[in-house]
DNA sequence: TATTGTTATACTCTATAACTATA
DNA sequence: TATAGTTATAGAGTATAACAATA
């Protein structure tokens, strides 16, 4: 037991609640000028709004990005797609499982590197990613709308080249 | 069993080494312009810069940002922990139960409302923050360095922007 | 020797639901 | 009835290491 709480507290001292903070008005300090914050809290408020408007159901925005990664790169083997998305091949392994178990792409043994497969969409898995394409389109032009027009070129070129220098 | 592979491959086939995508170019399709796509790969990699920066051992930006919370408010209780950083009271348990045990922070019963804990961080918890927050500064220096000064302040704007719309 | 893919395994983060105790 | 916090539990996502097949 790393900690024991619940019926009697580990600290029996009563705090004085003076110090209490005021309602709902937290201080951030200096996380509120931290780029790395923020952009964890846009990325965060992204992904949920991304999940509900796709129906929250399965596709999450990684899947949609691998689907994405296939439909643009048909044929390309596992290790590739696991570099493109920055994911171990041992996370690609399951991920294309449950892909494939969902009828949506298919994996070939390639003929000039045996080791390998060549990995494709099913019609099925075109069908369901043009679908899903159109919630994605439709949740960035939201994105689009909040950022403005104007900035859109500027602010993705910043995301990228955070991205690329840090990657 | 969803997929088995291993001995002998699900589909005898083999696919014409034809459209094998070339070495690294990948394509990314309509994903090259996706705000969304692009605030995950410069989350991540901020993420992963960050966790090397401090030593990967063990503060991950999550709770780095929930101590200064408590630094920067002390006494708030673990609701308002929570509702700050956009987590659930069962996530926020365990983690405290963790930097409880780090001997970082203390829970004390608060006299005006006894179902509650104020939340502050001991001595120690205040030294770690400190050098903490050093190498967090000095990450988000490197993060103002590829943005650029002239930069900062707008994007900084466009991604709270984000997360106000669609939190 | 190195690489592709799978498996076993483990760890972290997250949430939901049920519970106790307070309010 | 509602809220603060804990616990049990489950699921997703990730990685490391070891392995077989192939290069």
Redesign the pocket.
Same mark, same amino acid.
């Given at each position: 037991m790393t900690?024991?709480?619940?019926?009697e507290p580990h600290s029996p001292r009563m705090a004085a609640d003076v110090e209490e903070p005021a309602g709902e008005a937290v201080r951030l300090g200096p996380l509120a000028d931290y780029i790395g914050y923020h952009l964890r809290l846009a990325q965060e408020a992204s992904f949920r709004a991304f999940a509900q408007r796709v129906g929250d159901e399965d596709l *999450?925005p990684?899947?949609f990005a691998m689907l994405t990664l296939i439909r643009e790169n048909p044929g390309l083997?596992?290790?590739?797609l696991?570099r493109a998305s920055?994911?171990? *091949?041992?996370?690609?392994?399951?991920?294309?499982?449950d892909l494939e178990r969902r009828g949506l792409i298919t994996?070939e043994r390639t003929a000039?590197?045996?080791?390998?497969?060549a990995v494709r969409l099913t019609p099925e898995g075109e069908a369901v990613l043009a679908e899903l394409t159109r919630h994605a389109a439709a949740h960035d032009r939201a994105l689009d709308e909040i950022v403005g027009r104007e900035n859109k070129a500027e602010f993705l070129n910043l995301l990228r080249r955070i991205a690329a220098a840090l990657g």
């Amino acid at each position: 037991m790393t900690s024991r709480r619940g019926g009697e507290p580990h600290s029996p001292r009563m705090a004085a609640d003076v110090e209490e903070p005021a309602g709902e008005a937290v201080r951030l300090g200096p996380l509120a000028d931290y780029i790395g914050y923020h952009l964890r809290l846009a990325q965060e408020a992204s992904f949920r709004a991304f999940a509900q408007r796709v129906g929250d159901e399965d596709l *999450k925005p990684q899947r949609f990005a691998m689907l994405t990664l296939i439909r643009e790169n048909p044929g390309l083997t596992q290790a590739a797609l696991g570099r493109a998305s920055g994911r171990d *091949k041992s996370t690609v392994t399951p991920a294309l499982d449950d892909l494939e178990r969902r009828g949506l792409i298919t994996r070939e043994r390639t003929a000039r590197d045996r080791r390998s497969y060549a990995v494709r969409l099913t019609p099925e898995g075109e069908a369901v990613l043009a679908e899903l394409t159109r919630h994605a389109a439709a949740h960035d032009r939201a994105l689009d709308e909040i950022v403005g027009r104007e900035n859109k070129a500027e602010f993705l070129n910043l995301l990228r080249r955070i991205a690329a220098a840090l990657g």
